[in-house]
């Protein structure tokens, strides 16, 4: 069996189609149906079927899907046991983090992985859907994502997950309100208000609404945003409060950021890497950084 249509394989079930896998293999889609009519024929079983519109694995193709990724690891790891003679690892690693992790971890990643030397990282900032980021590992070597601390994981098989730090989230209310002048709030304090709060689908409006829950009450969303610097401009300006994370938020001369009482509230960061791309010591080397970088914020 072809490599390069095993790994295609693998891709049309991670990306959920021809389509998305076409993208991240720079391919086109008929070059994708092509090496997946080949892999078929070698199987001697469909490996793919038609729903609507789309196309989706069989068993036997999520079989294979999962047999291939064995194989993509035994070669990287073939290739890191070569490379272990070639002295220290160099190259580039392409790093993705959503917006305000990427405000918070990559300026301090890029100058330690600089003082390595021989190590290049090319960074992109992507927030999406939580359960989008495992899908962002076939574009990038590294990619940084949050989710709930308080609930399951639920990156699933594809990935290897390295928790990086569990980050706290505030209430962030004007400096002018009297909530400011607390030195925590109760959910029973925030009854009523109006929240800004990210997009459905994404961690942090989760976190809300787990407050909720935990509250008894459905909190008031008035506003939806995901910039947190637009919803600490809204905050300070008297236009509702919000949930945001104290490590990387909090810089508006306008905004407090007041701890939860009686509630754990917070967001788990992790970095989530393929398998086979987690065997490259160039892409271990970043990571190691990545960690030692989150402990250190931790520290302060």
């Given at each position: 069996?072809?490599?390069?249509?095993?790994?295609?394989?693998?891709?049309?079930?991670?990306?959920?189609?021809?389509?998305?896998?076409?993208?991240?293999?720079?391919?086109?889609?008929?070059?994708?149906?092509?090496?997946?009519?080949?892999?078929?024929?070698?199987?001697?079983?469909?490996?793919?079927?038609?729903?609507?519109?789309?196309?989706?694995?069989t068993?036997?193709?999520?079989?294979?899907?999962?047999?291939?990724?064995d194989?993509?690891?035994?070669?990287?790891?073939?290739?890191?046991?070569?490379?272990?003679?070639?002295g220290?690892?160099?190259?580039?690693?392409?790093?993705?983090?959503?917006?305000?992790?990427a405000?918070?971890?990559?300026?301090?990643?890029?100058?330690?992985?600089?003082?390595?030397?021989?190590?290049?990282?090319?960074?992109?900032?992507?927030?999406?859907?939580?359960?989008?980021f495992?899908?962002?590992?076939?574009?990038?070597?590294?990619?940084?994502?949050?989710?709930?601390?308080e609930?399951?994981?639920?990156?699933?098989?594809?990935?290897?997950?390295?928790?990086?730090?569990?980050?706290?989230?505030?209430?962030?209310?004007?400096?002018?309100?009297?909530?400011?002048?607390?030195?925590?709030?109760?959910?029973?304090?925030?009854?009523?208000?109006?929240?800004?709060?990210?997009?459905?689908?994404?961690?942090?409006?989760?976190?809300?609404?787990?407050?909720?829950?935990?509250?008894?009450?459905?909190?008031?969303?008035?506003?939806?945003?995901?910039?947190?610097?637009?919803?600490?401009?809204?905050?300070?300006?008297?236009?509702?409060?919000?949930?945001?994370?104290?490590?990387?938020?909090?810089?508006?001369?306008?905004?407090?950021?007041?701890?939860?009482?009686g509630?754990?509230?917070?967001?788990?960061?992790?970095?989530?890497?393929?398998?086979?791309?987690?065997?490259?010591?160039?892409?271990?080397?970043?990571?190691?950084?990545?960690?030692?970088?989150?402990?250190?914020?931790?520290?302060?």
């Amino acid at each position: 069996m072809d490599v390069r249509a095993l790994q295609t394989l693998r891709a049309v079930r991670t990306q959920g189609g021809v389509t998305g896998a076409a993208a991240v293999l720079h391919l086109t889609p008929s070059a994708v149906s092509q090496q997946l009519a080949g892999l078929t024929r070698d199987a001697g079983v469909p490996l793919t079927e038609r729903v609507g519109r789309g196309l989706r694995l069989t068993a036997a193709g999520d079989a294979l899907a999962d047999a291939a990724l064995d194989v993509a690891v035994a070669l990287e790891r073939a290739r890191s046991a070569c490379a272990e003679f070639a002295g220290s690892p160099t190259g580039t690693v392409r790093v993705s983090a959503f917006q305000s992790a990427a405000r918070l971890l990559l300026p301090g990643l890029l100058t330690r992985v600089a003082a390595r030397g021989g190590i290049a990282v090319e960074c992109a900032d992507e927030d999406v859907a939580q359960d989008a980021f495992p899908a962002l590992a076939d574009r990038h070597d590294v990619v940084v994502a949050h989710r709930p601390a308080e609930g399951p994981a639920g990156w699933g098989d594809g990935v290897r997950v390295v928790p990086l730090l569990r980050e706290p989230m505030d209430v962030a209310v004007p400096v002018d309100s009297p909530l400011a002048a607390r030195a925590a709030l109760a959910p029973a304090d925030l009854d009523g208000a109006g929240w800004i709060a990210v997009r459905e689908g994404f961690p942090v409006a989760r976190v809300l609404d787990d407050i909720g829950v935990r509250a008894g009450t459905v909190p008031r969303v008035v506003q939806r945003i995901n910039d947190f610097h637009v919803v600490e401009a809204l905050v300070a300006a008297g236009h509702g409060i919000a949930l945001l994370p104290r490590y990387s938020c909090g810089g508006h001369p306008g905004v407090r950021l007041v701890p939860l009482a009686g509630v754990r509230a917070g967001r788990q960061v992790d970095a989530l890497v393929r398998p086979d791309v987690a065997e490259r010591r160039v892409v271990g080397v970043v990571l190691d950084e990545l960690v030692a970088l989150a402990a250190e914020l931790r520290r302060a």
